[in-house]
């Protein structure tokens, strides 16, 4: 077999994950990795979830083992559903698709809605996870640039003079810059998809993860509050997951969105892998609809990684050179950093990991060829006396290439 | 929105999955259904699998809940490698990737492989799943008949002067028709794959659920032995899954492939879904490494399908009209029933329905206009009493449907 020629065309837009593939490499024990988006394993509810699983078992273990519907458990989708629903803005648990994972999600959403060159709208830099499911449609991916407030939504009205399929962004706590989408920019991002009668994809990973600053609503609500609208009949698609609040092992995630969305969707996930498993839906819906629980375990996540994100900060303005700069996120698992345009974040990783530190370099990240002079740091995972460790000589690299 | 007009041209092509939706509406306790693909509830090693979960999170829970590698758990896949293995034919680890079950497998192998307008041989009648997921891509089918020893291979070479980028078949206790192709049909389709370096996919769902008769080996195993190699580096791809001996409720499933082609699948499902639930690798991993545990359990599933299977065959010869055959298969979950060609499995579904049986009509799984006089029905779900009485009201509604 000819194993050059054997592909699909689109396979030559599929790479490993530059992210997945240095994870790989962090795996050894004496590594301080920056590098994944993991949440602190040390965290995780697990005696919650041993408790949860057992009593599931024990009770309804011959249904919790068996195929179940391509939507997802009823109980769930009712407690998403509701945890989703703010004030009179009401979702239906008829609009919650249960995904493996909001990437599957992100996924299913190409799927659904994007043909062969098609235009679509992202920030930039934007995630690379969606950039890989993507790509192999042969988009054409329109950027809008980005500052501390999020995506700059004046860009995105010029670009319109060519028809675009979607807009897809993280508003809150973005994944690589750690930043968030103010308030007046949601409304006029909202106003962009009335206007326009544009879908927007809201990928929301991280947005109960907040540490100081003011909280948004997402732009689910705040598109619905625009057409005064109290259901999910509109333009905006939201991805959400427990991987971030609970455990990302389980791999459950959701779609909220209008109904002929979700019908699609079902009929693609189908196809797609049939549905969810089972027995992490229930242990999901087990352990998080305790209301009082779930509250308490987020603020603890929020407590903990606060301190990480604010001894980060701190180690880096002790200890990396002045010409290099970063964002400073309210909240999530990542900042960004930018270093002067002479450097090359992939050659300082090369030094770093030399050093046992990892992270990820951003240019996959970026529409274009750009942002070889960023890179992103975690600061979720890693221990504080790590991240004092990890950071230290990370300055020390940066300040030995800053000499170079 | 005009919700008509948003979607990608693919979508015209996806439709809600006829199987799945009888399923739904057989969710009521009274309804006797042969409609799914179930196994036994009845016979999950559900104290197996609470004790493996048990142990797990007790003991290494942070990992188990934690982001995994795409390729799947190291020791799940030597596991899964070794069981593959038979006498000089092995199998490395780092030709398995771990699936969200065989369906995905099944997905992502056109996602690696198919481009719009290829050519596909498959028997006919064939797995609906797989017509499910591949039919998106506009896909040319090339149907080749079936008789009781499965697919007629000597049908294959005649089509072969068009180019064809694959064949895909489920060679063991087929879905829909239990047949199975025999050992002489699986040497000389080894010998037209290797003649014509042609890939093909072998869908193994149901392998180990053998009945009756002697086992054949793997197509994967028949085409390595012509090539008198030891290995996995030929142009067999391999499907398989626990969904049928262990639960279905855990979605693990796998390929087994060359390295390429498994490489281009890790790529893929990196951007479909990152990775297979940590935790159910883990369950599935402690549960099936018990050999002697794993070989006593399917033994025990063995024989209670093969007396489902006897009983079913039984009671629809001593009830249906004899203007109607079936298949006899040796193993697997299901057979097929053929009607006089005046009869329409849709027709006779409601009534069915009207008395409270159900079953899948099969001309979904056909490619062309044909197989509207067949329905599939599962052995496998039903318990011994209800087998007797489903199949007695089937015959009824039969004979008065005859007789109109």
Request: with cysteine; hydrophobic share 40%; glycine share 6%.
């Amino acid at each position: 077999m000819n194993w050059d020629t054997v592909f699909a065309e689109r396979t030559s837009e599929m790479k490993r994950s530059t992210v997945r593939e240095i994870l790989k490499l962090t795996a050894k024990p004496e590594v301080i990795s920056f590098a994944g988006g993991l949440p602190a394993p040390e965290l995780f509810p697990i005696e919650r979830i041993r408790e949860a699983t057992d009593t599931i078992l024990s009770e309804r273990g011959a249904e919790v083992l068996q195929y179940s519907t391509t939507e997802g458990m009823p109980e769930l989708r009712q407690l998403i559903a509701k945890r989703l629903s703010k004030g009179k803005f009401n979702i239906s648990p008829e609009n919650i698709l249960i995904t493996s994972g909001s990437q599957q999600g992100v996924d299913l959403i190409a799927r659904i809605l994007l043909d062969e060159r098609d235009r679509v709208i992202v920030e930039n830099p934007t995630y690379v996870g969606m950039l890989s499911s993507w790509k192999p449609y042969h988009l054409h991916f329109s950027p809008v640039p980005t500052d501390n407030n999020g995506m700059d939504v004046q860009a995105i009205e010029p670009l319109l003079k060519d028809k675009h399929k979607l807009i897809y962004s993280i508003p809150t706590f973005q994944n690589p810059q750690g930043t968030t989408l103010t308030l007046e920019r949601r409304q006029k991002l909202a106003q962009v998809l009335v206007d326009n009668d544009l879908l927007y994809v809201e990928d929301d990973p991280y947005g109960e993860l907040r540490y100081s600053g003011d909280p948004v609503p997402t732009v689910l609500q705040t598109e619905a509050e625009l057409r005064n609208a109290t259901d999910v009949t509109g333009n905006v698609i939201y991805c959400g997951t427990y991987s971030k609040v609970l455990t990302p092992g389980l791999r459950i995630g959701w779609i909220a969105a209008a109904f002929p969305i979700i019908d699609k969707l079902v009929q693609a996930k189908q196809a797609t892998d049939l549905h969810t498993s089972t027995l992490n839906q229930f242990i999901s819906y087990e352990v998080a609809r305790d209301e009082e629980f779930l509250t308490s375990h987020i603020e603890q996540l929020r407590n903990v990684y606060r301190q990480r994100r604010d001894l980060m900060l701190e180690t880096m303005t002790a200890n990396f050179p002045q010409e290099v700069t970063w964002t400073k996120p309210e909240g999530g698992l990542f900042l960004m950093v930018t270093m002067p345009a002479k450097l090359n974040a992939a050659e300082i990783l090369v030094k770093a990991l030399e050093q046992n530190v990892a992270f990820v370099p951003c240019d996959a990240f970026f529409i274009g060829d750009m942002g070889h002079n960023t890179f992103r740091l975690n600061f979720s995972n890693a221990r504080p006396e790590m991240i004092v460790e990890g950071i230290k000589r990370l300055g020390a690299v940066l300040k030995v290439a800053m000499k170079e």
